[in-house]
């Protein structure tokens, strides 16, 4: 499946724990060069092909792994299915546990960390109409880390 | 919360497995007078204000009970996370596990059934602004049962 086609199955069933048929990995993302995330993988469950469609998408954390810290226009709804991890959204943390809901709201800062010893996956849904992702500055970083408890969270660089 | 209010919750923790902090238990729908679903609960999630927004809902069908057989024109996109059960989509029959999804397309008669044995709980996404269901006709009816393991699996009066 390319990374832009119409993908609408009628059931999307497992073949294994947390993987679907005819489901492909995707990497998280192209290397931006800052090393700003650390073992996630993205697999798309459902794409409309209007604009104004919805994509549903699952990413997956390693142990110990996080996904980039960043904001952008659109909103993210989140739910974990998998393990349990912790995110930053705004200037709160939150642990995560499956079946709980979290909504970054647009332009929040946020990153997502799996625990040490477990995975971390979340289905994802966005518009499928979205803005690229803007990444901390140097004093976006210093702003955050004024609280000591996200810049002990934070994973950049 | 009021029926149509906005809901956006940053994190909606759970207060118990499949039951969120905060969040109330509906009726599934007004009685119809056919009697046309059985042992149903609904709770809503998340709700944008939007009339293109997004409205996360949590469905939970008790053992052996059955939503309304219906079809309308706003698509479904559904994902168990509780149980076990199995669905009608347009003239399909799916076993449903925790984490398949099914997309009910628009126009498709559906309906959602709970093993005898276990509930079914799933997420229900659909958008805002929505249409309502219609119900069969005695000839949708007749023209469903066609099919011997649809007519067999239908619940309806």
């Known amino acids: 499946m390319s990374d832009n086609q119409e993908f609408r199955p ?4 497992q073949c294994e724990p947390f993987r679907w048929q005819g489901v492909d990995e995707f990497i998280y993302k192209a290397e ?10 993205r697999r798309k469950l459902f794409i409309e092909s209007a604009e104004s469609g919805i994509e549903l998408r699952y990413f997956e954390i390693g142990p110990g792994g996080h996904t980039t810290l960043e904001k952008h226009d659109h909103m993210h709804l989140v ?17 995560l546990s ?27 849904l966005v518009k499928v109409d979205r803005d690229r992702p803007t990444l901390p500055s140097e004093s976006d970083l210093e702003r ?12 950049h660089r």
């Open 10 to 13: 009628i059931n999307l069933a």
């Open 32 to 41: 931006d060069g800052t090393a700003s995330f650390k073992d996630v993988s």
């Open 79 to 95: 739910i974990p299915i998998r393990g349990r991890g912790s995110c930053l959204v705004e200037n709160r943390l939150f642990e």
């Open 98 to 124: 499956i079946n709980d809901m979290i909504h970054v709201p647009s332009w929040s800062w946020h990153q997502f960390r799996a625990a040490e010893d477990e995975f971390l996956g979340f289905l994802c």
């Open 144 to 155: 955050l880390k004024q609280d000591p408890q996200i810049a002990e969270f934070i994973r």
